[in-house]
């Protein structure tokens, strides 16, 4: 055997020894993902499915309590690695600038959300059933808007319609307070015969927990079709060219409204704590992370799908 062959033999023996996929395993500097969750329970719940993976993949994800404005800041300073919460077109605004400073777009995680303003549904037999029946109605919704937390890009849209007077709504008080907070008021008035209007969204618990109907009309804030919407995955564009592994999971992994409505109800309804929550619903739908991680590895090169399946059974 000639020395040329021995090497070509050699190096042929190695490669056939190594883990499928090896090539995309990826440095020691990528093992802490850093990932942000603005409070939201939807994002919650992706952020803890994606965790949990990442866990069996032999990472740390690491998850920081953020307003999105504060996520942006921080994707683009390399502070965050990781955000699954980017709705659209709600945070167009937003998130343009950030696109071109150091924030990428992987990709859609969420293909059919929704978000806009809602009304219990005594409100809406009664006739509000546009964002311009509001103001008819002022007195039985003692001129509150109520929504989620300071900082988010629905509740600017909100603030722009209350200070343009759109709808006939100037005059009117937003309520910004926690996702928690907003949805203890919207149960409070189904319980009292009340009428609430807030910010509604799919995926989540409360389009089966209460009696509740969007509103028409808002599409020059929350675009058409009852602010129909996706939601997005960003990263920091150094992150993620250095880490391969990371990279190939993180564009693969998507969700469905059926997923994140069911986890959002063990939250929720459940009382479950999200990483709990995340590892059941992972184990009885195991089908799912054979999309989410084909071709993708530990963080040591090894096949990532037996990994992950056996961090479950822990």
């Avoid at 059926?258 to 309804?269: A, F, P, V, Y």
């Amino acid at each position: 055997m000639t020395s040329a062959r021995r090497i070509l033999f050699a190096a042929a023996a190695i490669a056939a020894l190594a883990p499928t996929g090896a090539a995309l395993a990826d440095d020691a500097a990528c093992k802490t993902v850093r990932m942000s969750d603005p409070g939201w329970t939807d994002i919650t719940s992706t952020t803890a499915l994606a965790g949990t993976v990442l866990s069996g993949l032999g990472y740390t994800p690491n998850v920081n309590l953020l307003s999105v404005a504060v996520t942006f800041e921080s994707l683009k300073n390399g502070q965050i690695d990781l955000f699954l919460g980017n709705w659209m077109p709600a945070q167009t605004e937003m998130v343009d600038p950030y696109l071109k400073q150091g924030v990428e777009l992987v990709g859609t995680n969420l293909a059919d959300a929704k978000v806009t303003l809602a009304v219990n549904h005594e409100a809406y037999e009664a006739g509000v059933k546009d964002f311009a029946d509001l103001q008819k109605f002022a007195d039985k919704f003692g001129k509150s808007i109520y929504s989620i937390e300071p900082g988010s890009s629905a509740n600017k849209n909100l603030s722009t319609i209350i200070g343009k007077n759109e709808f006939g709504l100037g005059g009117w008080n937003l309520v910004e307070a926690s996702e928690q907070a907003m949805l203890s008021q919207v149960d409070r008035a189904q319980r009292r015969g009340e009428w609430v209007v807030f910010l509604g969204w799919a995926p989540h618990p409360m389009n089966i927990k209460y009696k509740i109907d969007y509103l028409s009309g808002g599409d020059a804030y929350f675009g058409p079709n009852y602010g129909g919407a996706t939601v997005r995955t960003l990263v920091n564009q150094k992150w993620i060219s250095g880490c391969p592994n990371l990279q190939k999971f993180v564009k693969q992994l998507t969700f469905d409204l059926n997923t994140e409505n069911q986890m959002m109800s063990m939250i929720l309804d459940g009382g479950m704590d999200q990483n709990a929550a995340a590892k059941k619903w992972l184990n009885d739908n195991p089908d799912l992370l054979t999309k989410w991680l084909d071709g993708v590895t530990t963080l040591d090169g090894k096949p990532g799908l037996d990994a992950v399946k056996a961090s479950l059974k822990g």
